[in-house]
């Protein structure tokens, strides 16, 4: 099973820039869909942006021209570049990995943005 390190987060004032990086571990980087997710206070969790094997990327609609998703599979890591950040973008952002239906998930970030 793969294991997930996410670091990157941090204190932003709306309208900067983030950029989340998961590293991977334990097995086969290239062959997992990847995924990050956010949950903020009281919420539950939603995905942000997803990247398969093949580099297709899909994006929630509230990050679509904001955000985007990256892969380096001979880093083993994940990125999201986060601009123009909302001070609702304020979340912790976790990193999933995806293979024949079982999810393996980071530990997670925190991102907060100050208005």
């Known amino acids: 099973q793969v294991q997930l390190v996410e670091s990157g987060g941090g204190l932003v004032q709306a309208g900067g820039s983030l950029r989340l990086s998961c590293l991977a571990s334990?097995?086969?980087?290239?062959?997992?869909?990847m995924g990050w997710f956010r949950q903020a206070p009281g919420k539950p969790r939603e995905l942000v942006a997803h990247i398969n094997t093949g580099d297709i990327t899909n994006y929630a609609d509230f990050v679509k021209g904001r955000f985007t998703i990256s892969r380096d599979n001979a880093k083993n890591t994940v990125y999201l570049q986060m601009n123009s950040l909302k001070p609702e973008d304020t979340a912790v952002y976790y990193c999933?990995?995806?293979?024949?239906?079982?999810?393996?998930w980071g530990r997670g970030t925190q991102v907060t943005v100050a208005s």
């Open positions: 999933n990995a995806h293979k024949y239906m079982i999810d393996s």
């Open positions: 334990g097995s086969i980087f290239r062959i997992y869909d």
